[in-house]
């Protein structure tokens, strides 16, 4: 049987990726007793990590891999068109299905597809030929669909053009590592170009291989997906120049189903079974790779942790001394014993680095007049969080517990939420982006997805629905966090009124259902920063961002199960608020206030916070507030 699909599995910025879920995916492969499958998005690695897991999880080989864009000339060359509007075939970009074989093709891989983004991108993020041969090792390199080169070719009879291209991939892969692919999709271009791909290969001595382009799961679901792609173009399903596949075959078929197809080139199967015993990849997802604090000649991290820790400790209890006439030797005895505790903690659970590049950073900050928040969550309860200026909060002082924090019990890595004015922010990601190295600071990517109301907008314009009737749809929709349309039909009768009493509504939310959950776009996370001890694209693929910025192509959950460090920079408009408000008062009053320095118990102030007078506070605007 054949151990082998080839797939696109819907990810972001790839509008030919697919209306599938990755669960369900491998639920899918698991019920047909798949042993192993790859996946292959369109120019990007976006789901890879996320697929891998559960692949694991799930006892299925996972095959990770790209189908890349490849420019008819250099990556740098932006003179051609992009495929949605190209001067003719042979100006178009090229696709070629990339599989890692084992942990330097993965590396390879990542490389690849970070270079189409960052030096390629045009249109679409592209790569050449030049760097396919710096970076073939480790890969397995497939001809890919009826946009790849040697089909394209083929398709337009030049025989002599597509048997030299296709010998110049298999001298760049190397014996036995270029596939020519066939599939079967309902296309009659499809069966023209097999047939060619079929006789290509015996002539030439490469190995065929049979693959099934997968946009969808279901062959039901190839509606769900022609709107999938009216969303994703901004077209209705009533646009006749609008991108659609003509087809219904680009489904998850069964090992049965790719047997029939392919009967008569039965080495064509059975090679899915050989590449799949070629790619032997396992990725460490335990090890974490600590950025590269910069140390002081002859002192150690641990020497210079302590070092910081103690100086800022001596610091802090003559701010604490000053201010209060009952500290004594029994008091500052508490803090010692408490600090000795922690720093022991730190220590043994591996993070002095960690606090020192916070601290560097914060401290960079407040040198530079940068406002800084006080602390936020779990950190706020570390006394050497505030000895070393990271927070502004005495941990004893108000009772704080370090263990909500760290505990050798629960390893986990240290989360510390970071605000700065939102004038600052960029100029602190500067520096550390120039003291760590600019390939090893990156920022983090988010994935937006379509949820219970947006998605009925989304479905109900694709289908061309007058706008007040998809709004009055929307909106019986209740607003509440975590809303499901599955949850929306328990709680609202009138939904389930209105898909009984129209046919075009009830297919709004057949497809609503169908989509409901999916990515709709990546983009930059708000606060997500990533510090490596090496060039990020050793361990992830990158992206550049709207705004030209680099972004890892893994959100951050994925990140950190890579191994790489997260640090949140928030962009706090309070800040600059309070900032500009002290700046007026000492203009206009001639009052300095130090914002760090007012006391917590002012009476005036929690008469106001009675009052509910507390629109702008973010924390008391809450409903539970």
């Known amino acids: 049987m054949s151990a082998f699909v080839h797939l696109h599995v819907h990810t972001e910025f790839s509008l030919l990726d697919g209306a599938i879920r990755l669960q369900d995916l491998i639920q899918t492969a698991q019920s047909f007793s798949m042993p192993a499958v790859s996946i292959t998005d369109h120019g990007s690695m976006f789901g890879v990590l996320e697929f891998y897991e559960l692949c694991k999880k799930a006892g299925i080989k996972p095959i990770l891999g790209c189908e890349v864009y490849v420019a008819p000339k250099s990556r740098f060359d932006r003179h051609g068109k992009s495929e949605s509007g190209g001067n003719g075939d042979e100006d ?10 084992n942990h330097t093709g993965y590396k390879n891989l990542m490389e690849l597809v970070t270079l189409g983004y960052l030096e390629g991108f045009y249109y679409k993020p592209r790569i050449d030929k030049e760097v396919l041969a710096k970076y073939h090792e480790g890969l397995i390199g497939l001809s890919a669909c009826l946009k790849g080169e040697v089909a394209g070719l083929l398709l337009r009879n030049q025989e002599r053009a597509a048997r030299k291209v296709a010998l110049e991939y298999a001298d760049i892969f190397g014996p036995g590592g270029f596939y020519l692919e066939l599939q079967a ?24 291989v049979a693959t099934n382009d997968c946009h969808y799961l279901r062959k039901g679901d190839a509606r769900a997906h022609e709107i999938l792609l009216c969303i994703q173009t901004g077209k209705t399903i009533l646009d006749d120049k609008r991108m659609k596949f003509h087809t219904d075959q680009l489904y998850f078929k069964s090992p ?13 199967l059975q090679n899915t079974a050989v590449i799949a015993e070629q790619c032997d990849l396992e990725i460490d997802l335990k090890t974490r790779h600590f950025p590269v604090f910069p140390l002081t000649s002859g002192e150690s991290l641990e020497d210079c942790f302590e070092r910081t820790v103690r100086e800022g400790f001596e610091r802090r209890m003559a701010v604490i001394r000053g201010k209060r006439p009952d500290f004594g030797a029994r008091e500052e005895g508490e803090y010692g014993k408490r600090l000795r505790y922690e720093v022991e903690v730190i220590s043994k659970m591996g993070f002095p680095a960690y606090f020192l590049i916070v601290a560097d950073f914060i401290n960079y900050a407040k040198d530079r007049g940068i406002p800084v928040g006080p602390g936020r969550g ?27 924090f760290l505990n050798v019990e629960r390893v986990s890595l240290p989360d510390i939420d970071v605000d700065f004015c939102v004038h600052g922010r960029d100029e602190v990601f500067h520096y550390v982006t120039e003291k760590y190295g600019k390939d090893r600071v990156g920022q983090i990517t988010t994935f937006g997805t379509m949820q219970a109301r947006a ?3 989304d479905v109900g314009r694709a289908l061309a629905m007058p706008y007040n009737d998809v709004d009055r749809i929307a909106k019986l929709i209740p607003p509440s966090l975590g809303m499901t349309l599955q949850k929306a039909f328990e709680q ?13 509504v009830k297919e709004l939310f057949e497809i609503a259902l169908a989509l409901e959950g999916l990515t709709r776009h990546a983009s930059t996370h708000a606060a997500g920063v990533v510090i490596g001890d090496k060039p990020i694209v050793e361990y992830m693929p990158l992206y550049r961002g709207q ?14 199960k890579a191994g790489l460090i997260k640090f949140d920079f928030l962009g706090l408009r309070n800040l600059t608020v309070i900032n500009n408000a002290v700046a007026l008062i000492r203009k206009n009053h001639g009052v300095s206030l130090d914002i760090d320095d007012l006391p917590l118990d002012d ?11 507390s629109t702008g506070v973010f924390q008391l605007e809450s409903s539970g507030m």
């Open 378 to 404: 779990s950190a706020a309860g570390s006394l050497v969080a505030f000895v070393m200026g990271i927070t502004d909060l005495d941990p004893i002082e108000h009772g704080l517990i370090f263990e909500r």
């Open 92 to 101: 178009r970009n090229h696709h070629l299905v990339l599989l890692a074989r």
């Open 603 to 613: 009476p005036d102030t929690y008469a106001l916070l009675c009052r509910a007078d």
């Open 492 to 504: 609202e009768p009138r939904l389930l009124e209105q898909q009984e009493a129209n046919s075009q």
């Open 455 to 457: 998605v009925i907008r």
């Open 256 to 268: 049965e189903e790719m047997h029939r197809e392919f009967a008569n080139v039965p080495e064509a």
């Open 185 to 208: 999709n309902g296309l009659p271009d499809q069966a023209v170009a097999n047939r060619a791909l079929i006789e290509l290969g015996r002539e030439l001595a490469l190995p065929l």
């Open 547 to 560: 705004d030209g910025e680099v972004v890892t192509q893994y959100p951050m959950k994925y990140v950190e």
